[in-house]
């Protein structure tokens, strides 16, 4: 196992080769394609995680808070919290601009809510699309 | 910020709309292939709000 591990990272470029077009891939969604000369990607990757979480905020959804307990509250409040965050830019400038919708009933804030964990997934796809080229496992 | 209502099917289309285009865009490496697995993916989503929807409607009685 140990072996295993110590060869991935041998065959691992070095940090800096991947680190900042996916540190930036986190802040600006499609910024680490941008960074890596791919501007037609990382412009469609912008829209699609600006248009997914803009339609949860105009469908006013909840964001997570993290919370522990038991397993299944464990994995939901901390989960969605992580996928919240990883929309990066939109999801502090829309906490920094005081943005703060309890969870109420109604499936169009319940749509909402997972429109906004959404954006974060998507963005997490993208920041793994990032990584792969910066390393060269991709075009 | 404008507030918006939609029905269960528009918002389930637009996610899938959405999501669709990003799967398409980080899982293949030709614009052809991407554009063909983003409809594919599509499709499935639609294939599975229509089954599903069914089964809701029929299962409730």
Redesign the interface.
């Known amino acids: 196992m140990a072996e295993t591990s110590n060869t991935a990272n041998a065959h691992l470029p070095p940090i800096g080769k991947w680190a900042p077009a996916l540190a930036l891939a986190w802040v600006v969604p499609g910024g680490g394609h941008f960074l890596l000369k791919r501007s037609g990607?990382g412009a469609?990757?912008f829209a699609?995680?600006a248009?997914?979480f803009l339609?949860g905020?105009?469908?006013?959804g909840a964001m997570f808070q993290p919370q522990t307990g038991d397993i299944l509250t464990t994995v939901i409040y901390v989960g969605g919290f992580l996928s919240n965050l990883a929309a990066g830019l939109f999801y502090f400038v829309t906490i920094w601009l005081g943005y703060n919708q309890p969870d109420i009933a109604g499936?169009?804030h319940d749509?909402g809510t997972?429109?906004l964990v959404?954006a974060g997934l998507?963005n997490v796809?993208?920041m793994?699309?990032a990584f792969d080229i910066a390393v060269g496992n991709?075009? | 910020m404008p507030k918006m209502n939609l029905s269960h099917f528009e918002a389930a289309v637009l996610f899938a709309l959405v999501t669709s285009i990003v799967l398409g865009l980080v899982t293949k490496r030709t614009d052809r292939e991407r554009v063909r697995y983003g409809l594919q993916c599509f499709g499935y989503f639609m294939l599975a709000t229509f089954g599903l929807s069914w089964l809701m409607y029929l299962g409730h009685g």
Do not use: C, I, Q, T
Request: no cysteine.
């Open positions: 990607r469609v990757l699609s995680v248009a997914m339609l905020l105009m469908m006013r499936h169009v749509y997972k429109f959404g998507l796809l993208a793994v699309d991709k075009d």
